[in-house]
């Protein structure tokens, strides 16, 4: 199956899904990166694996669904049959979400359904949760909503700041997301409703 990879800024999901397909049995693929973001260093890991890596500047569209258009023609020409977000800063438009309908996946640094937006790690902690962690799901037309595919608990420490929970939390990302990845593309994935149940072949 091929994948591609929508990100914005430092891309170690990425950079884990990547060494996961690499290392794993699954017959996957990331066959391409886009990126909204022309420094994002996401661009640069997909160049040093060999993966064709595109930047699409948002600037040269009139509106978000036209830019939408464009992600959506790369990756058509590379046959994609999954779409993993990974810290891409940018809320999908609902032509693109209904084109990969349960086809695209999330990765969000809490515990969904709390924290849901762009600065999960800091509200939980602003919060004050003893527990947070890091939710897989897939994408839908509500901002951090849909179907939880897998989730991971860590507990917060009373010394924790924003950065060595994000660290905390980024580690089980790494784990859980290329997971999630690999189930899907081997057809372990099945969506009834808001549950997603994980089959074993
Ligand atoms: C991750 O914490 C993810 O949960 C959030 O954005 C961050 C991306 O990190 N959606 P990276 O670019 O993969 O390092």
């Not at 349960?102 to 709390?114: C, E, F, Q, Y």
Request: net charge positive.
């Amino acid at each position: 199956m091929n994948i591609a990879v929508l990100a914005s800024g430092k891309g170690t999901n990425l950079q884990a899904i990547i060494d996961a397909l690499r290392n794993g049995r699954v017959k996957a693929a990331i066959a391409v990166v886009l990126s909204d973001n022309k420094e994002a260093y996401a661009l640069k890991r997909a160049k040093e694996a060999g993966i064709e890596g595109i930047f699409v500047d948002p600037k040269a569209f009139d509106s978000k669904e036209d830019f939408d258009r464009e992600l959506i023609k790369h990756l058509k020409r590379h046959e994609v049959g999954l779409v993993a977000l990974a810290g891409y800063m940018r809320i999908l438009s609902p032509c693109f979400i209904r084109e990969y309908k349960n086809r695209i996946m999330n990765i969000h640094p809490a515990l969904l359904p709390s924290f849901k937006g762009s600065d999960g790690v800091k509200d939980a902690l602003d919060y004050g949760v003893k527990v947070t962690g890091a939710t897989v799901h897939f994408v839908t037309d509500d901002l951090d909503a849909g179907p939880v595919i897998s989730q991971s608990a860590l507990e917060v420490d009373e010394k924790d700041t924003e950065e060595t929970l994000r660290e905390k939390i980024h580690k089980e990302e790494h784990r859980i997301y290329p997971e999630a990845v690999a189930d899907f593309a081997a057809g372990r994935l099945e969506v009834r409703g808001r549950r997603v149940i994980r089959r074993k072949k």
